[in-house]
């Protein structure tokens, strides 16, 4: 499936241009205050992977358990996700920015954090250079649903690691 340029979703100026801020590495997130930074604002938030190459998938991921449940698929799953070439892999909302991507940064590096959405990122070889940016907006529901429309809309599917609407 090719990007239609026109899409906010196909590069990063398109999201810059959108409205979204930050474009801040999980790995750095994770630092000893990486989180500062974020706004404690309700809003929505986008994770990017900006590497050109075939993402390599693992088995079992980094993903922490949560309630006894394992977070893990089958690679074929991840497979049958994948849309080549489009950067965004997963669209969230939350109620506090800050507060929302750090429990999914933590969930990401296996903590037992209630962040289940997503959780195909973490089955990503290359999870920690993934890129999180996010746009405060006060309605984070509608809005989310709106960005998951458009992406919808522009390339027939949701994200990567968005496994519903």
């Given at each position: 499936m090719t990007i239609p340029k026109t899409s906010a979703?196909?590069?990063?100026?398109?999201?810059r241009e959108a409205g979204f801020d930050g474009f801040?590495?999980?790995?750095d997130l994770l630092a000893p205050g990486g989180?500062?930074?974020?706004?404690?604002d309700p809003?929505?938030?986008?994770?990017?992977?900006?590497?050109?190459?075939?993402?390599?998938?693992?088995d079992p991921g980094t993903g922490g358990w949560f309630k006894a449940t394992d977070p893990n698929v089958r690679v074929a799953a991840l497979r049958s996700k994948w849309i080549d070439g489009v950067p965004v892999v997963y669209i969230g909302m939350a109620s506090s920015i800050r507060s929302r991507i750090g429990q999914l940064v933590r969930f990401g590096v296996g903590r037992p954090v209630g962040h289940k959405g997503g959780r195909f990122l973490w089955q990503l070889a290359d999870s920690l250079d993934l890129l999180v940016a996010w746009q405060g907006d006060p309605d984070p529901f509608r809005k989310e649903r709106e960005l998951l429309g458009a992406f919808a809309d522009a390339y027939g599917a949701l994200t990567f690691a968005n496994l519903r609407w």
């Open positions: 979703f196909a590069d990063l100026p398109s999201l801040e590495r999980v790995r989180l500062r930074a974020l706004p404690r809003g929505v938030y986008v994770v990017i992977r900006d590497s050109t190459s075939h993402p390599r998938f693992i």
